[in-house]
């Protein structure tokens, strides 16, 4: 017998779980591994988040919530909203999601329809184009450039010469870590207004910024759809916790998709993560770790032939051209893991056209692993 399986099911893999996979198996031989292929902090939870997780644990029921998200919580979010991009967000707008993972499936299914076409940047996170795919949206990839620091702009949208329904954009982005500045933002902004184009701003990275503060698609487009999370600032990837804001005309169906879809988030992190927003000095001495991981990067990368590197404005990542070294991206970074113990993710996560010749580096780990794997890369490159 032979049953049927669904197209919409056959999602390209994840590669850099493969590079974990393959980290993890060198680990359990008794290899050594410096892990610069994860995204993700390598600190716990803020400590006050974590005295508040305990003390539910004894004391609350932990029950279902809304499927909107904990009142309490949507209006600690009002309040970061408030007091860091001077936005007023009414509650009925606000989602708690788990994790922002979530929030792109509710998202992208109240605001597209099968057939409809959304646009974002190549190099860009993979999830948004496979599950856009899986739900019968066609995702279509803007090919960008160092020359455009990986972002969209007009110009290129304009190029595309043809009608499109979404755009979404990520700043900092992965994995260039570029950011979109105030006025870019107002252009793509206005872009969208006048196009009538769904945008939806993945501001995931907010707070993982170094030089310049991100802007929020919400000062100049309060109608855009802006999603976030627990897992990157507040260095809370496992605890499944992201949110969105909804503009008015999809804040219904976005409650009655997470109603059917997830009945609610995760109660013991939404109950914990109201202390995350009282923990920002914490989050800002995790920055403070990754500002000094990128410096070294930034200065010994050129050195050993890793010289183009996109400017990493903000995120913990470093993505890097490698074509005068290779243009088998995967085979690359399988060969350093094996000789010298480095894990990187081949770029082909991220940009499948033009990915078999670039690299991306992350520093959320600890600063002795990043001097280290320069030093193991310096070398390897120089044999
Ligand atoms: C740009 C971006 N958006 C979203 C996510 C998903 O994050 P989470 O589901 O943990 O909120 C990631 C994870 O690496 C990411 O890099």
Redesign the pocket.
Known sequence: MVLKVADRGKMPPFIVMDVMQAASLRESKGGDVLHLEV?QPSTKAPSKVIAAAKTALENDKLGYTPALGLLKLRADIAKHYKDWYDVDVPLERIVATK???AAFILSFMAAFDPGDRVVMASPG?PAYRNILKSLGITPISILTELKHRFQPTVALLEELGQPIDGLII?SPS?PAGTMIGYQQMQELSNYCKKKEIRLIS?E?YHGVNYEQKPVSALETHPESLVIN?F?KYFSM?GWRL?WMIVPEDLARSVECLAQNMFISPPTLSQIAASAAFDSYEEAEDNVKRYAINRSILMNELPSSGLDKLAPADGAFYIYADIAHFTNDSAGFCKRMLEEVGVACTPGLDFDPDRGDSTLRLSFSGAEHDVIDACKRIKAWLKK
């Open positions: 995204g994790g922002s993972s996170y990520a992965n993945d995931i999370s897992s990837t992201g």
